[in-house]
């Protein structure tokens, strides 16, 4: 069966964002996963903060629309939000709107696209009509950075992720998606969640100048 983002894999996530592990994330409220969770109350309170952001968002999930570098009628339908060729970042729906990004992962999650990466593929690597560029990157990077700040969602592998990564992050099966695997200036493809660090540390020197 293909597991879906419930609302225990949810609550594990976030535990593991704010820094207390559950254990795997699968759905399954253990014992590790209870603990976790009264932990990640007690700090979040300490805080002056309730464990997540009244609007339910919660995680960030990063996307490329496979597109030229403006918005097609199909990614303005998918995505919270779009960034085109010239770093412009477009958004469509508010953040806490369901939207249809990642299969069965979709709840308490934001959308955000690049435009870009029409034609590529992923073995034997092509860039394709329209390959990421850095202006676009840099431009994820600040707005991811401006959403975590609004909405209290750590830099982290479980709450700041690529399509990519989650499958093997958030255990929520894929259809094997390679978004965002290479970045510019790379010769190709590499592991999603070395490539998702790369894109962790942009998100972590923007929030360093909010």
């Not at 820094?19 to 007690?42: E, K, Q």
């Not at 300490?46 to 496979?66: D, E, L, Y």
């Not at 850095?134 to 909405?151: D, G, K």
Request: charged letters at 15%; glycine letters at 8%.
């Amino acid at each position: 069966m293909t597991a879906v983002m419930n609302a225990v894999r949810a609550r594990q996530a976030r535990c593991a964002a704010l820094g207390f592990w559950p254990g795997p994330i699968d759905g399954i409220n253990g014992s590790r996963t209870r603990a976790a969770y009264a932990a990640a109350l007690a700090a979040q309170k300490a805080r002056g903060q309730p464990f997540q952001h009244s609007s339910g968002v919660t995680r960030i999930h990063w996307h490329w629309a496979a597109s030229g570098y403006a918005a097609s009628t199909e990614a303005m339908a998918a995505y919270h939000a779009l960034i085109l060729g010239d770093g412009e970042v477009r958004w469509l729906a508010d953040p806490a709107t369901p939207r249809s990004h990642t299969l069965n992962a979709n709840g308490g999650a934001v959308g955000l696209s690049i435009c870009a990466m029409a034609g590529a593929n992923e073995r034997p690597f092509v860039w394709g009509r329209a390959p990421l560029l850095p202006v676009q990157v840099s431009a994820l990077a600040r707005e991811t950075a401006r959403l975590c700040r609004i909405y209290d969602i750590p830099v982290s592998r479980w709450s700041t992720l690529s399509h990519a990564e989650i499958q093997p992050s958030l255990g929520v099966v894929q259809k094997n998606k390679w978004d965002i695997t290479v970045l510019p200036g790379m010769a190709g493809p590499a592991d999603p969640i070395s490539v998702g660090d790369r894109l962790r540390d942009l998100v972590s020197r923007e929030l360093s100048t909010l």
